[in-house]
């Protein structure tokens, strides 16, 4: 049985705006963008929100 392709998905959010991102475990963050909650259009603050199966 090959197991090596199988990749955790994580949830990622952001904590000013509450905006969700799932991402590959291997591809790290989402790209700041630009967050809405910001004044100054700062970007958004991703924190790991959960592991997907
Ligand atoms: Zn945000």
Redesign the pocket.
């Known amino acids: 049985m090959e197991v090596m392709l199988i990749m955790k998905r994580i949830e990622y959010m952001?904590t000013?705006?509450?905006?969700k991102e799932t991402r590959n475990e291997n591809t790290g963050r989402p790209n700041p963008g630009k967050?809405?909650?910001?004044s100054n259009g700062g970007p958004?603050?991703w924190v790991k929100n959960r592991v997907l199966n």
Do not use: E, F, N
């Open positions: 952001c000013h705006c509450g905006k967050c809405p909650r910001k958004h603050v």
